[in-house]
């Protein structure tokens, strides 16, 4: 379940910084029979959801109409998880940053667009551009079991 999480938020943190989430608020719920993450917008929404390809050892993303989005795989040899649109190619990686402890994510050509980093104080995860300054974040909610993203 944890690794749900993770998924789920870095891929909060893939739309985000790619514009396509901006002037809206979005929930991940776990959906217990189609055994898949669901994502929802601020009206309840179904606008994706994200399931673990055993066969591929990946995790894939869908739209509402069942498309595959694009899929996550790790590489082992990189030490990092590559983000890859449906036909293979490239779109984004993520790898931890001990020096700043931090999650990185950049393009397909290695430039830092953006990191996420967890706040103890607020206890949230924070998404900045590559500027350093916060485009927002996401916390747990449980009330509802669920993360819920918060532009700012």
Do not use: P
């Not at 959801?49 to 069942?66: C, L, P, Q, T």
């Not at 082992?76 to 994510?105: A, C, H, L, M, P």
């Not at 950049?106 to 590559?130: C, L, M, P």
Request: hydrophobic share 30%; net charge positive.
């Amino acid at each position: 379940m944890k690794t749900m999480k993770k998924i789920f938020l870095t891929l909060l943190v893939l739309v985000c910084l790619s514009g396509d989430a901006w002037g809206q608020n979005y929930t991940q719920k776990w959906n217990s029979v189609f055994r898949r993450t669901e994502f929802y917008d601020s009206r309840g929404t179904l606008q994706g959801w994200a399931k673990y390809n055993d066969v591929f050892d990946r995790m894939e993303y869908y739209d509402s109409r069942g498309n595959m989005i694009r899929y996550e795989k790790r590489n082992e040899v990189f030490n990092r998880t590559d983000v890859k649109d449906k036909y293979g190619n490239t779109q984004s990686t993520r790898s931890y940053n001990q020096v700043f402890d931090r999650e990185d994510i950049k393009d397909a050509y290695g430039k830092t667009i953006g990191y996420k980093k967890w706040n103890d104080v607020f206890k949230r995860y924070e998404v900045y551009d590559s500027y350093g300054h916060l485009k927002g974040y996401y916390k747990w909610n449980d009330v509802f079991s669920r993360w819920e993203w918060h532009e700012r």
